[in-house]
């Protein structure tokens, strides 16, 4: 079993920059993809940014698109996303996945991934 725990949430002000963490336990993750999805307030869980199995590119939400950089430790089992240029809208509770199944079709579907960490929040002030 896959154990992801996010950390580094926190409270920053519009325009401002945090950097998140997902550390993953139970085995190695060499070979899965890895994502952080987000989930506001009475909104659906959507995409932010992820990797694929290979690890050989990046995708990312159109949303965060130029703000925002996802990477992964060399171990493979660290995610990492860097949050800049932060706004309100940004606010959310943000999680970190991981799937040994996923195809690049399907990188930003939730219910493409095994592996959900309790998830960090993310508050922008206005």
């Known amino acids: 079993q896959v154990q992801l725990v996010e950390s580094g949430g926190g409270l920053v002000q519009d325009g401002g920059s945090l950097r998140i963490s997902c550390t993953a336990s139970g085995r190695s993750l060499s070979g899965y993809a890895m994502a952080w999805f987000r989930q506001a307030p009475g909104k659906e869980r959507e995409f932010v940014a992820g990797?694929?199995?290979?690890?050989?590119?990046?995708y990312y939400g159109d949303s965060v698109k130029g703000r925002f950089t996802i990477s992964r430790g060399n171990d493979k089992n660290t995610l990492y996303l860097q949050m800049n240029a932060l706004k309100p809208e940004d606010t959310a509770v943000y999680y970190c996945?991981?799937?040994?199944?996923?195809?690049?079709?399907?990188?930003?579907?939730?219910?493409?991934?095994?592996?959900w960490g309790q998830g960090t929040q993310v508050t922008v002030s206005a």
């Open positions: 990797f694929s199995r290979t690890g050989g590119y990046q």
């Open positions: 996945t991981a799937g040994a199944r996923v195809i690049t079709s399907s990188l930003r579907s939730r219910t493409a991934y095994d592996f």
